[in-house]
């Protein structure tokens, strides 16, 4: 009996998330009894690109620390601390866009910090985009492999 080998693939795409299941038999000859032996495995899998939820969770860490910026000025909230430290990486994050826009003294002691709102909406895009670029690449993978 010749050995033989059959492994299947379903890859079904639903926008950017993957999902798919992998069947692999193979039936080989035993050398002493000579009786067909079979050996079946099955995998499934499902989820969105790694590089896609590294990106997703970086976009949200700096969404994070923008809107606690933002909130943080409109409050009114003290220079120590925490508060220290979201104004220093929120700053950090926000200084490209400084400037632009002039920020807002809305009370003494609050202010709105158009740029943090900039720095979301710029972020926010260029996410997407770069999002949108690994769904590309790995939409053309999964073409080639299914």
């Known amino acids: 009996m010749a050995d033989t080998h059959v492994q299947d693939r379903v890859v079904s795409n639903d926008g950017p998330t993957y999902s798919g299941v992998t069947s692999t038999t193979q039936t080989t000859s035993d050398p002493v009894t000579g009786a067909a032996v079979r050996r079946s495995s ?12 590294i990106v997703a969770l970086a976009a949200g860490i700096v969404f994070l620390f923008l809107g606690f910026d933002f909130v943080f000025h409109a409050a009114g909230a003290a220079n120590v601390g925490f508060g220290a430290f979201i104004y220093g ?5 926000a200084a490209p866009f400084a400037g ?3 920020t807002t003294l809305t009370a003494p002691g609050t202010l709105i910090v158009w740029a943090d709102i900039l720095a979301f909406v710029v972020y926010a895009i260029a996410a997407a985009i770069v999002l949108k670029v690994i769904s590309m690449s790995t939409d ?3 073409r080639k492999t299914a």
């Open 140 to 142: 053309e993978r999964a």
């Open 42 to 53: 099955t995998l499934s899998w499902s989820g969105r690109p790694l590089a896609s939820r």
């Open 89 to 93: 990486i929120g700053g950090a994050l």
């Open 100 to 102: 632009i826009f002039r």
